[in-house]
């Protein structure tokens, strides 16, 4: 595996950590997190998106995913940018548990 690919692998379990406050689930759980680019220079491009574009918390999520990305060694810089296409379709893009907790079959 490459530093860039390790790099990538850090990053997403990182940002398994973050957890949206009123889901209780992860931001990778819930789908949200649509891409992880790691440029040759090792800095950090996250594309993810909210449950809404109205989300109370989206400012905190996307802090807080900036910050879990830039803690695995290595990295130069992260960014993390938030869109709203494709929209978040919890049937298609959370996790099998996560549906499950949601209550989607």
Known sequence: MSDIESIAEQVRKELGTVMDPEIGLSLT????????????????????????????????????????????EGVSVANVEVVFSPPWDPHTMASEEAREMLGIY
Request: hydrophobic share 40%; proline share 7%; charged share 15%.
């Open 29 to 72: 759980e819930l789908g949200l997190i649509y891409d992880v680019n790691v440029s040759e220079d090792k800095g950090v491009n996250v594309v993810m998106t909210f449950t809404s574009m109205g989300c109370p918390y989206g400012p905190q999520l996307q802090a807080e995913a900036q910050l879990a990305a830039s803690r695995p």
